[in-house]
């Protein structure tokens, strides 16, 4: 998969794609990354990319030019072309389903505001999906674009050791993961449940299930309704 980010802070991802997971998984090609810097697209002498709106409102616009000639400048294969993935608050919210989806596709091309906002004709002319990490309002789309890259490419087979580890997270099966323990067994007085270490494989199972409930039901009980659906699709 490719994975080119449009961004008018490129260094602030040096961070996050030379660490850890995401550093092997460039490293093995499991998954190509590219940063382009939008700036390098403006026509105007001091490399601006934001003006005014019409007709006035508060703060500045990220100019319509500097970022079609941008995505225009992506090399994309014909039979595979890129989706636009605009980052924005009034993008639809990511969830785990959306990564998942969005890490079978082969290209993708993350477009990080700033300011105020687009000039509309991003949006007419692209016909980007736009996306949200959430109901709150962050400087810019950098740190939303992080958060599509590292939980999308996590999902990409093989970047992940075990692969089981993306099958029983939060989520992934529309309910909270259910506690975990390692060793030791007794720390500052507390205990590792005894059915942990009972090896009995099927009510060990109904243990982690039942706990995955009470968790769901306690912290997250909006989840219950989508958790009721999967197992019924499931059943
Ligand atoms: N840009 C600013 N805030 C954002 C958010 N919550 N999600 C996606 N992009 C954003």
Same mark, same amino acid.
């Given at each position: 998969m490719r994975?080119?980010? *449009?961004? %008018?802070?490129?260094?602030?991802?040096? #961070?996050?794609? &030379?660490?850890?997971? !995401?550093?092997?998984?460039?490293?093995?090609?499991?998954?190509?990354?590219w940063l382009t810097d939008i700036r390098n697209f403006s026509y105007a002498s001091h490399r601006n990319v934001d003006d005014r709106p019409y007709a006035g409102g508060p703060g500045m616009l990220l100019k319509p030019e500097?970022?079609?000639?941008?995505?225009?400048?992506?090399?994309?294969?014909?039979?595979?072309?890129?989706?636009?993935?605009?980052?924005?608050?009034?993008?639809?919210?990511?969830?785990?389903?959306?990564?998942?989806e969005l890490?079978?596709?082969?290209? *993708?091309? %993350?477009?990080?505001?700033?300011?105020? #906002?687009?000039? &509309?004709?991003?949006? !007419?002319?692209?016909?980007?999906?736009e996306i949200s990490i959430g109901d709150y309002v962050l400087t810019g789309g950098e740190i939303p674009a992080m958060v599509l890259v590292d939980s999308i490419a996590r999902l990409i087979p093989g970047v992940l050791g075990d692969i089981e580890s993306t099958e029983h997270e939060s989520f992934s099966n529309g309910l909270l993961?259910?506690?975990?323990?390692?060793?030791p067994p007794v720390f500052r007085g507390m205990e590792v449940p005894e059915i942990l270490y009972s090896g009995h494989h099927k009510k060990i199972e109904e243990w982690k299930k039942q706990k995955?409930?009470?968790r769901t039901i306690l912290r997250r009980p909006d989840l219950?309704?989508?958790?009721?659906?999967?197992?019924?699709?499931?059943?």
């Open positions: 994975i080119d980010i *449009l961004s %008018l802070f490129p260094a602030m991802f040096k #961070g996050i794609l &030379e660490s850890s997971i !995401l550093a092997i998984a460039l490293e093995k090609k499991l998954v190509d990354i500097p970022i079609f000639r941008a995505v225009e400048s992506i090399p994309h294969n014909p039979e595979h072309p890129p989706l636009y993935i605009l980052l924005t608050p009034q993008g639809e919210v990511f969830q785990q389903k959306t990564a998942l890490s079978q596709k082969e290209h *993708l091309v %993350l477009i990080c505001g700033h300011y105020e #906002g687009f000039d &509309e004709r991003i949006r !007419l002319g692209l016909k980007p999906r993961e259910y506690p975990q323990y390692t060793r995955a409930l009470e219950m309704k989508n958790a009721a659906q999967n197992s019924g699709e499931n059943a």
